[in-house]
C-alpha cells in the first residue's frame, strides 16, 4: 500500500483533502519567500544598493557614482633652516670633478651629489636620477632645496638631476670634463631637457 494511501485511510477522505491543501499552502508559502528573497537581491544589484524606496544604503553609492580619489597632497616647502643647511652642503661640493658613477669627493656624479646632500640632513634617497624622480613629488613652482630633472641627456627618459637654489638656478654635476657648479635650470642645455621639478617627501 502506498504512502498516499495510507495516508488517506488514517485521514478519511475529508482529513486527506485538507493536509493536501496544508501541504500546498506550506510549498506556495516557500517558494513566495524564495522568490520574494530573489527579486530583492536582483534589485539591489541593479540599483545600485538603494534600497526599494530609492535611497541608497549607507554603505553603497548610488548607482552610476563613481568613488572619487583622494586629492593628492601638495608637499610643504622644505622648512627654511633645511633648505638653506641643504644648499649650503650642496656648495661644499662646488669644484668636485664629475665622474660617471663616481660617489666621493674624488669624482661625483648628479644623483650621487643629490643622494649625498640629502642623506647628510637626514634623508635617505634611492641611488639613481630615475629612483630619484620616482620617490618625489612633482611641483610647478620649485623652491630652494627642491630637486629639479632633466631627461634625455645621455640616455633616453630621466637621465639628470639637480639641485634648486632659486632665481632659475642649479647646483649639479654636469658631465664628464666638467665640475659640480651652478647652472641655469630653465634657458640653455638645461632648459631644452628639462623634465620637471620635484619635492622631497619629508
Not at 622648512?79 to 660617471?100: K, T
Not at 654636469?174 to 638645461?190: K, M, N
Amino acid at each position: 500500500m502506498g504512502l498516499v494511501a495510507k495516508v488517506a485511510l488514517a485521514l478519511g477522505v475529508d482529513g486527506l483533502a485538507r493536509w493536501v491543501a496544508g501541504a500546498i499552502v506550506t510549498v506556495i508559502g516557500v517558494s513566495l519567500l524564495v522568490a520574494l528573497i530573489m527579486v530583492q537581491t536582483v534589485a539591489t544589484v541593479l540599483t545600485g544598493g538603494r534600497s526599494v524606496g530609492g535611497a541608497p544604503t549607507a554603505t553603497t553609492p548610488p548607482a552610476g557614482a563613481t568613488t572619487p580619489l583622494p586629492e593628492p597632497t601638495l608637499r610643504s616647502p622644505l622648512d627654511a633652516n633645511l633648505a638653506s643647511r641643504v644648499i649650503q652642503l650642496a656648495q661644499n661640493w662646488l669644484g668636485v670633478p664629475y665622474v660617471f658613477g663616481g660617489c666621493s669627493r674624488g669624482g661625483v656624479d648628479c644623483s650621487c651629489l643629490v643622494q649625498n646632500v640629502y642623506a647628510a640632513v637626514g634623508i635617505h634617497l634611492p641611488r639613481v636620477a630615475v629612483d630619484q624622480f620616482n620617490v618625489t613629488s612633482p611641483i610647478g613652482d620649485p623652491r630652494p632645496g627642491d630637486l629639479v630633472f632633466f631627461a634625455n641627456t645621455y640616455e633616453p627618459g630621466i637621465s639628470h638631476v639637480g639641485i634648486f637654489i632659486g632665481n632659475g638656478m642649479q647646483i649639479n654635476a654636469p658631465t664628464t670634463g666638467d665640475v659640480v657648479s651652478v647652472a641655469p635650470v630653465f634657458t640653455g642645455y638645461w632648459g631644452a631637457h628639462f623634465a620637471g621639478a620635484r619635492r622631497v617627501r619629508t
